[in-house]
Each structure stands twice: as C-alpha cells, then as structure tokens.
C-alpha cells in the first residue's frame, strides 16, 4: 500500500526533467540505462525506427535523434498506466528498436515551440501520454487522411495545441474510432478518453468540457500549463498505478 510519503514521491518524479542520451542497442546487446543526475532523469532509448529502401528493399535508419517521450523511461511508463488499453500489445518497442502497433506511441502533450518559457520543464512524464503515431507523430510522409485529424493538424488550425486537439477530438470521436481501431477498442467515449490520460481537471472540467487556452497566449501561460502539467502528476499520483509506478521509479534508484 502506497502511503502519502510514497504518492508525494511519485508525484516528484513525474516532474523531473528527462534527458535522454544515448540509444540502448537491440535484442540480447540491449542496455537500458535509467537514473538520476541531479533533479533531471538519464534515459536510454530503444526506439529506433527501420525503414525499407524502396529501391532495394534493404533496411535502413536515419541518423538517431533522441526523444524524451519516447525514451526507455518513458516507456516503461506508459505500459504502466495504459495497461488497460494496451492489452493486445503489452509494450510499445520490439526489440528491433520498431513500434509494436503504430497505433500506439509516446507523444508530447504541451510542446514549446509556441511556449519557449517551458523549455527546461516540459520533457517530464507527466507531459507525456500515449495516442496512435500519426496522431502526435505526423511527417511529411504521413497520409493525408491521418495528417488531417492530426496534433499538428493545418486543415484544422490545431498547430499542436492540446486545447484544440481535444476539441476536435471530442467533436469527431467516432472519426478516431474508425481510423485507430486498436487504439480505441478499449476507449468508448470521449468520457472514457479524458479518464485514461488523466485530463479531468487539467485540460477539461469536471463537465467534460475543454478548457481552452491557446487563443489567448500572453505572459502568464507558461505558468498556466506548468500548473496543469502539477495537476496530471497530482491526479496520477493518486491513480490505481501509484504502486507500480513507485516500484518501477524505485527500481532505477530515483528517489534517492
């Protein structure tokens, strides 16, 4: 049983810095390496993903490029606190640095390219949730169809707003539901949806409706949105997993 020592714990690390550094390796020459440095976390990554040489068929990989929420720590802790939605899949990485199901990837909730203030605190867990890849992680490449219900999405004037996502995805849930069927197989309503990614009171109120943030940016929402980030730990914290979550942050020696 978690007392509040060990929730206030939890709720600590949920807000410490991530750096990650190095990639872990693959199959039986993979090294996870997690700890603490100070108030920031090092984290190794194993997501690497491969790619097919249209020419010739061969795999290949761009130069590696860290990504906090896609690192080993990260990982590890959304199979955690998504265990009731990635009942098929178990983990996100293969051992050959690859996506399990792309329905299913690490992403970043408030970024910093409209919120540069944020910059030393929002690669934390507790800016971090798990949405299909084309969701949270489009490119050039991704298909138009997916590219416009996206996080990113200019057909929707979403430029990555979490505000704005959600009312989109409130207002078109059935559209996700037919895209991202894995995905969504466990997640029936937009109800639901708020629930499994801990948002209640955070970026929605307890009606269930979106708090909106991003077309009134001044000085103070920096502020607004580290707040909001305190509160997803604070709810998390005091989730069903705060057991497991204390063991595997215990596991690494972070609170130390």
């Known amino acids: 049983m978690v007392d509040d020592a060990k929730r206030k714990q939890v709720y600590e690390v949920l807000l410490m810095p991530i750096k990650c550094e190095n990639h872990s390796g693959f199959r039986n020459d993979r090294k996870v390496v997690i700890r603490k440095e100070g108030n920031c976390i090092k984290t190794t ?3 690497w993903r491969p790619y097919k040489d249209r020419e010739t068929g061969e795999s290949f990989r761009y130069p590696f490029i860290p990504d906090c929420d896609m690192s080993d720590f990260a990982c590890g802790y959304y199979e955690i606190i998504y265990k009731d939605i990635l009942k ?3 983990k996100l990485v293969d051992d050959d ?3 399990v199901n792309r329905e299913f990837a690490g992403d970043t909730m408030t970024s910093v390219s409209k919120l540069p203030q944020l910059r030393n605190s929002y690669h934390c867990l507790a800016n971090f949730w798990m949405v299909p890849e084309f969701i949270g992680r489009t490119s050039k490449y991704t298909p138009n169809k997916y590219q416009k219900w996206s996080k990113t999405s200019s057909v929707y004037n979403i430029q990555d707003f979490m505000d704005r996502f959600l009312v989109l995805i409130n207002e ?3 559209v996700y539901k037919s895209l991202y069927p894995s995905y969504f197989k466990n997640i029936d309503t937009f109800k639901h949806f708020v629930e499994i990614h801990y948002l209640g009171g ?3 109120d ?3 409706n979106v708090i909106k943030f991003s077309n009134n940016i001044d000085m ?3 502020n607004i949105l580290l707040k909001v980030m305190k509160n997803r730990a604070e709810k998390i914290s005091k989730s069903k997993y705060v057991d497991k979550l204390w063991d595997y942050f215990n596991e690494y020696g972070l609170f130390k």
């Open 172 to 174: 078109n849930f059935e």
């Open 45 to 47: 990554e194993t997501y």
């Open 206 to 208: 307890e009606d269930y």
């Open 220 to 222: 103070s929402t920096p």
């Open 88 to 90: 098929d899949v178990q």
């Open 97 to 99: 640095g690859d996506l």
């Open 202 to 204: 955070v970026y929605v």
